[in-house]
């Protein structure tokens, strides 16, 4: 029950957000440099970048706002393996949610990110980039990011037969 919860308030969020009518925007040059791969999104849920064969996987940037007063949270451990469109970690709020979040990519994990064990804070400040969830040696890699968009791919919300519907653009 705590995991359904979790899942509708965050769909209730970001309904209130308008979040499902684009991807979030990284703003003006948001230290993007800092990072040497592109970013691949699995939806508005998770994102990888890749460095010599290594995928470093985190949050989507909308997950700031939809989760507060982190209680606990459950990384995997080095030597799990991840399946793309799975859960891979685990995060449990003050108010008695559990949210997932879903691998972007399958693999085995190589290492996770020990700052977040003691500032899982980490997560709402800084999920790009410090706040990082595990690296990954990818498994699948040339057939699982066919199925991950990009990051500048925008998510444009059109009018066709008085539906809205989403379309991609570069």
């Known amino acids: 029950m705590p995991e359904l919860l979790g899942v509708v308030r965050r769909a209730?969020?970001?309904?209130?957000?308008?979040?499902?009518?684009?991807l979030p925007s990284a703003g003006p040059a948001r230290r993007e440099s800092r990072t040497s791969g592109q970013r691949h999104f699995l939806g508005?849920?998770?994102?990888?970048?890749?460095?010599d064969?290594?995928?470093t996987i985190g949050l989507a940037e909308s997950w700031p706002d939809l989760i507060h007063d982190?209680?606990?949270l459950r990384l995997p451990s080095p030597g799990d393996h991840l399946t793309q469109g799975l859960a891979c970690v685990e995060i449990a709020t003050g108010d008695e949610s559990i949210h997932r979040v879903w691998a972007p990519l399958s693999g085995t994990v190589l290492e996770v990110n020990a700052a977040l064990r003691k500032d899982p804070?980490?997560?709402?400040?800084?999920?790009?980039?410090?706040?990082?969830?595990?690296?990954v040696a990818p498994a699948d890699l040339e057939t699982e990011l066919n199925t991950l968009t990009c990051r500048g791919v925008l998510a444009k919300v059109t009018r066709s037969n008085g539906e809205e519907k989403q379309s991609w653009s570069s």
């Open 12 to 22: 209730l969020h970001a309904a209130g957000q308008g979040a499902w009518h684009s």
């Open 44 to 51: 508005q849920h998770a994102w990888a970048t890749l460095s």
């Open 53 to 55: 064969g290594v995928a």
């Open 70 to 72: 982190i209680r606990d």
């Open 121 to 135: 804070d980490l997560l709402n400040r800084d999920p790009l980039f410090s706040g990082w969830l595990a690296r």
